[in-house]
Structures are given as C-alpha cells and as structure tokens.
C-alpha cells in the first residue's frame, strides 16, 4: 500500500503526523497551564490537591505525547533531530529539566519524607508550567524564524553561534508565539477544571482568570499571527535539481492562500477556541468549553505547522546559509523506512480509541474531595 | 570538521550519557519486573476473591508509582540526548535508529501511560475484570517499551538490515526484519528483561524479609515472597540461559568485546576460564586461577576450540585469515575518501567521476573489503580499539557471579516459603534483606560490559564515539552533566527516603 507512494507524498504524509502529533501536544499542555495556577486558583490546601490530582490523572498523556513526538521527528526527519537538538542545545536543555522535575513532582508531592517538601514539588511544577510551554512555543517559532546553523554536504550540521539556541529564544516573534502558547495552555487548563473539578470556589476563581487569560492570549496570538502573515518567508524551488532557496515576501500569506483547505482549519479553529472561552464565560453550567477549545487549538496549530512545511516551503530555515534550510523533502528518512513506519501509524487511531476509552472510564464523574479521599492512590 | 573534535567533549558526552543511562538503570527494571508480579498478584485476587491479595497488590502498586516516576523522568533524557549529544550519530544512522524509538512512543508508551492511570486510580471506577486486563496492559506495555529501544542498542551492537547511500551520506534501513529479529537484539531483549524481573523479585524477596524481620505482616510477607520466590526461580534461569546465548553472539559479532571481558590478549586454542585473576590493559592477566578448556566450550560448545585474542585483533592472523587493525584502518581511510571524491565530484559536476564512484558504493567487492572497515577510516591507532580491558573483564565477572548467586536465593526461598520455614533462620532473611543492592550492581555491571567493552564505537565498526558526537562546546556539556548529576541524585535522595517510608508504613487496610 504505501510502497507504491512517491518519496514526496511520503514525507508529505509524515511531516502530517507529525504536525498532529505536535497539535495534540499543545492541546495537552493544558496540564503544564494548569501547574501555573495551583496557587492563583487554589486557596487552601484541600483546593490546591483538588487542582494537582485533576492535572495529575493526565500529565502523563502529555508527557507521553512529547516523547512520541520526538521520537517521530527523530524516524521522519532525522536531519532536524540532529541539527535542532545538537544546536541549540541550551534551549532543549531547559526543556528537558523541567520535564524531568514533572514527571517526578506529582507522585512525589503529598508522599510523607519526599526529602525537599511539598512546596518545592509545587515549584517545580510551576517551573515546567512556565518554561515547558513559552520554551517549546519558541522553538516551534524557529520554523518561521529560522535558526543560525550550517549543514555540511556530508548532512552534517553545526550551529554558528555559541549561544546554542538562546538566540531564538530572545527572538521577538518566537517568544511571542512562545507567550501565547503560555496563556493558551492556562485558558485550557481553565477550560478543563470547569469540566472537570467539582468545586464552586475553583469554578468560580477559574472562570474570573479564563477572561483574564483568554484577553492575553487573543491579543499575543493575533499579534503573532499578523507578523507571520506579512513577514518575508523561506521558499525553495520544487523543481530544480537544487532546490534553491529564496526570500519571499508575503510567503506564509501566499501559503494559506494557496491551501484553502489550510486556512479553513486555521480559522475554524480560531472559532472554535473562541466559542469554547465564550460559551463557558456566559453559560453558567456550560462545562465543555474544554472540548471546543481543544479541537480548535489542535486544528489551528496544525494548520500552523502546514503552512510551516508544505508548499515547497522550508519548515526549519537557515538564516546563517539560507541553503541550508531544511525542507521535508531534503531532511526526511529513506522511502523504506517512512513506508514501514506509515504502516506502525496506522495503529494510531487503535491507540486514539483506547485513550478516549479510558479518559471517559476515569472522567465519568467530576473530581470532588470526597472521592479524592477513598483513592488509595493520591498525588 | 570531525578531524577538529575536542577530545574532551567526548568524554564528557559520553559521561554525561553514562551518567543518565546508569540512573535510568536504576529505576526501569523494577518497573519491568514489578508490573508482571503486580499482575499475578492482582490475578490470584481476582481469581479468589481474597481481599488480602488486594491488600499485597495496593501495597507493591505504591512502590511501583513511586519507582515508575522516576523512571520516567530519567528516560526523555535518554531519547533527546541522542540529538543534543551524538547529533552526527542521529543523521548517520536515524532512517534506522529512530524507527524503533517512533514505535516505541506509539505502542508501547502509550500503553504504559493510559493504563498506568486506570491501574492506579480505576479501582472504583471499572470493574474488577477490566482492572486486571489494565494491568496487565502495563506490565506488557512497560515491557514493550524496553524491546524497541533494546532493538535499537542492539543494532548498535551488530548493525546489520542496512546500507549505505553516498548521497545523504548515512546509512539507511533496507530490512525492518533484519533489524527486529537479529540475534543481538533478541537475545538483548530477553536476558535485560529478565535481568529486571529478577531485580524485581529480589527487591520483593528483601522487603517482605524486612517484615518478617520486624515480625510484622506475617501473611502477606509470605505471600509475597511465594509469588517473588517462584517468578525469581523461573526468570533467573532464563537470565543464566539467555547470557550464555549473548556472551556467543557477542564472540561472534563483537570479538574485541569478547576478547576484553576476558581479558585475553593472545588467542588459544582450549582457552581456559579466568575465574580469578589481575588483568591489564596490554598483558596476559596474572595470578590467574582458570578452568581450562571452559572458556572455548562455552563459546564454541567444543573445548579445543580456538578463541580470538585481542592481539589477534590489533595484529592480525594471517592463519585463520585476520586482517591487522592498522590494515583496516587504511581501508576505512579509502573508503572515506571515496566518499569524499564522490562528493567532490557532485559539486564539481563532473558526471563521469561522480558516476563511476556512485558505482562503488553498490559494488560487493568494494563494500565487503572497503565499506565494511569504514569507521576505522576515522581512527589512527589501532589501540584505540581496545576497551578498558580490567573494568570490563572485572563487570562481567560480577554480573555473572550474582547471576548465579540469584538462582541460589531464589530455590532457597522457595524452598523456606514450601516448607513454611522463613522465621525459622533470621540470618538467612538478613541475607534477603542486604542482597536488596545486589541485583541493581549486576545490571550496572552488564551494561558496562555491553556499552564500555564496546568502545571505540558508537556503531560497531561503522562510526566511533568520536565522530558521533554534537559539535559543542565541551563546557556546555560539562555544566549540564553536572545538572544532571545534581539533578539526579536529589531525586535519588528523595525516592529511597519515600519508598523507605511507605514500606515501614506497610501495607494498608483495604
């Protein structure tokens, strides 16, 4: 089946995949917004446990989605693997220890002796929160800003500043989408603890900081957005043998224009992320803004990345050598390897369904003190 | 460019990469082996009814989360060190390496994580059926995760499945088959995840003497033991078994290896086994006391046999047909420098030298005589071929001494739990309780013998450690080596000091 598929529509397919996967994981980031709001919306102690088992039943999805998502970029486009993550190494550094510190601080937090106590396990939390998500937002913002590296025609690349990837991350546009990926994840995290914490005082509290937030993010992702639209954008030629690289103005503007399909998700999603904020506003029992929210984020950052790759456009620009630029097709793995992965994805909706199971077979009711305190198991 | 490497960013690349391998060590095989015991106990509890089989399976479902966190924790690092660190390595090899990396997030990770959080919490939430199919789905899917990556180090090892294509520069997967089911990656599998059932049931083995010790738990400490006692019988069996499979597929594959964990540096027929003796980098182990013939029948199954010595290796066996390392070192020089022609002669286009070096490189005679030795061509002396010879010798020698130790603990359990003696000696459950530590000193020791015996190489004969490298600066790589350190061995600290709690909290009510 995929055998018979052209290189191109192979890494078309991938660089899909892996725009889904990178979609699902800002969606899921909401765990990491929620973790810079235990304190602002969580006022005693009974709140602030209410808070971090809520976000701790599924940090690990998101947890789990990262490392999905580089280890598919790591088989799809090995090229950006090791060019981004053995250059701007300061920057995936960071992003790594404050994953690390996640993953332990939710079983650690509320256990007797956890040797640093439980405020600290509630700092590091905060720390992922923060840096996790304004982090990886910059660093998807490299994909339109390009990055300082060269790549050796033996596809060896090296990074041609010694600040590894502290450059892009001061970069105003990316740090602007790295801004607005922060206040999206707090306005999902609020979205979520609407739907799923029983608790008047956090509805209550939740709902003041979702305006708050929802205000701050339309603001910094517009902003974003409108920069992106108008900025110069990196294209490659799809039909010479070299694949020269060129500025072109307007180019991400002439992308969505040129995929309508693109730009249908993108303002779909737009919509709906704006339906699911105003509708939990003004409906007072209205729970689900979570759902609308989060299917939007998913197609509009999808969208994003499509424009980002497709239309012989270099989704990881070199603004040392703009030659150098990565694009799916001079970045990607062997036509043996993509098929034989295509063939693994197409478990991905097996492994979509068995999660949707379980989400629903834990989330059937709302979380309340009173269940939290029959569980054997508590965070 | 890979001329200019800083020595020393190596070293510390592969410290750092030492360092985050070994804690992930700590914790994995406990999960791996303690998500199957939770899965029996939590089968016989369904199967009875019994409550206090729920009451032992609660209670070891604790440590596992706690141990599983940090297990996690120390695990993305691992995967994303492979592009900060060894960056030349993820072009080179990624159309392979990452394949297995990629399944491993969608099958088995997924698996792990959703059924993770239905196992913990799902108590009252589904039925008792569906609990147990849960987890028993994390047992297989923690399980699962440790074959992918154990694929993708095996490869490492004996990379086979692939070819090289000049125009990318990197080596690519021509059979996911050959990948999957070579005898390196098979035998990897089962004897490291064996290798952490049995950590398991020792770890099971040594709390619920602690118990008896305090003459607290009686029942369940038995209980336990029994189930530990019974899994820790079979699987260290089979952890002896699937060694002697690896150690003869590593004399085949990896001879320098082999050579070096036995510190043989002249090769012999009827080579005897060292088991005790003080070996040196570059002379015959002395004060050597060994069983002779042993060594050559057991990796030959014929105690004649001629076995391969690292002075073999370094300088050839013009009888039995070895080339000398300086020999291959010229060839792999060659054959770099085809490559680099080939590429000169792209820019250049000059298609009738490009055309006839692109040849080459589909050629057999040029790929089993010159490609086949292409990573030598990074390499000067043929010394740096040889691993630390006394670290790895001596690593093996304590992993396969616990091994055996393990097989002893277990039948002598097992034997106490049938005849209802365990309270009866108190100094064979202190010998339970301290050999808590051993497991986790055999694992450490046999992933020195796989990764520091295989040096110089990140892939076997293909790319040394040093050409795989990240090009940055070794400062970089010392500062974050040293969070990581730091890093660690808090949440170390922290672990040890929680899971001592919960265990002298003991089991709770249900």
Known sequence: ?379 | MIENIDLSLVDWSRAQFALTAAYHWIFVPLTLGLSFMLAFMETIYVKTGNPEWKRITKFWMILFGINFAIGVATGIILEFEFGTNWSNYSWFVGDIFGAPLAIEGIFAFFMESTFIAIMFFGWNKISRKTHLISTWLVAFGANLSALWILVANAWMQYPAGMHFNPDTARNEMINFWDVLFSPMAIHKFLHTITSGFVLAAVFVIGVSAWFLLKKREQAFSRRSMAVAAVFGLLTSIFLVVTGDFSSRTIAKYQPMKFAATEALHTGTSGAGWTVFGIPSQTEETSMKIEIPGLLSFMTYYDCDAYVVGINDLLEGNAARGMMSAAEKIERGKEARQVLKDYKAAKKNNDEAVEKRLRAKFDDPVFQEEYFKYFGYGFLNNPQSLVPNVPLTFWSFRVMVGLGFYFVVLFAVVLWLVLKDRLGKRRWLLWLMLLSIPLPYLAGQAGWIVAEVGRQPWAIQDYLPTAAAVSQIDAGAVQITFWLFAAIFTTLLIAEISIMVRQIKQGPKEV
Not at chain 1, 70 to 83: I, N
Not at chain 1, 176 to 186: E, H, K, M, N, T
Not at chain 1, 211 to 229: H, Y
Not at chain 1, 254 to 276: R, S, T, Y
């Open chain 1, 1 to 379: 089946m995929f055998e018979s598929l052209s290189q191109l529509a192979l890494q078309q397919y991938w660089w899909v995949i892996v725009s889904l996967l990178g979609s699902i994981l800002v969606f899921l980031m909401f765990v990491q917004g929620g973790q810079t709001l235990i304190y602002a919306v969580g006022k005693t102690e009974e709140e602030r446990s209410l808070i971090v088992n809520s976000l701790g039943r599924k940090w690990e999805f998101t947890f789990t989605t990262l490392v999905t998502f580089g280890g598919a970029f790591f088989a799809s486009f090995p090229l950006f693997y090791s060019t981004s993550f053995g250059g701007a190494y300061w920057v995936w550094m960071l992003i790594l220890i404050c994953f690390v510190l996640q993953a332990v601080s939710y079983e650690f937090r509320s256990r007797p002796n956890n040797f640093l106590g439980q405020r600290i396990y509630e700092y590091f939390l905060l720390f992922n929160g923060i840096v996790g998500t304004v982090l990886v937002g910059t660093a998807v913002g490299t994909f339109f800003n390009g990055a300082v590296f060269s790549v050796s025609d033996m596809n060896l690349s090296r990074w041609e500043t010694p600040y590894h990837g502290l450059e892009a991350a001061l970069n105003p546009h990316n740090l602007l989408l790295g801004i607005s990926v922060f206040l999206l994840a707090r306005v999902l995290a609020l979205l979520y603890f609407l739907n799923n914490i029983d608790n008047e005082q956090i509805a209550t509290r939740s709902k003041i900081r979702l305006l708050r937030n929802a205000v701050a993010f339309v603001v910094c992702f517009v902003t974003f957005l409108v920069w992106l639209l108008i900025k110069d954008g990196f294209n490659y030629d799809p039909v010479t043998v070299t694949k020269t690289v060129n500025l072109e103005p307007y180019k991400y503007l002439h992308n969505l224009l040129a995929m309508p399909v693109v730009l249908v998700m993108l303002l779909a999603g737009i919509v709906l992320v704006l339906f699911g904020i105003i509708r939990s506003l003004i409906g007072s029992r209205f729970t689900r803004g979570i759902w609308y929210a989060g299917f939007g984020t998913v197609l509009a950052v999808l969208s994003l990345f499509l424009v980002a790759g497709f239309h012989h456009t270099c989704y990881y620009p070199s603004i040392y050598n703009i030659q150098d630029s990565l694009t799916i097709e001079n970045s990607s793995s062997s036509h043996y390897t993509l098929t034989a992965m295509s063939y693994v994805s197409l478990f991905v909706p097996f492994v979509i369904a068995y999660i949707a199971w379980a989400w629903r077979a834990m989330n059937k009711k709302q979380i309340t003190t009173e269940e939290l305190n029959e569980e054997s198991h508590k965070y």
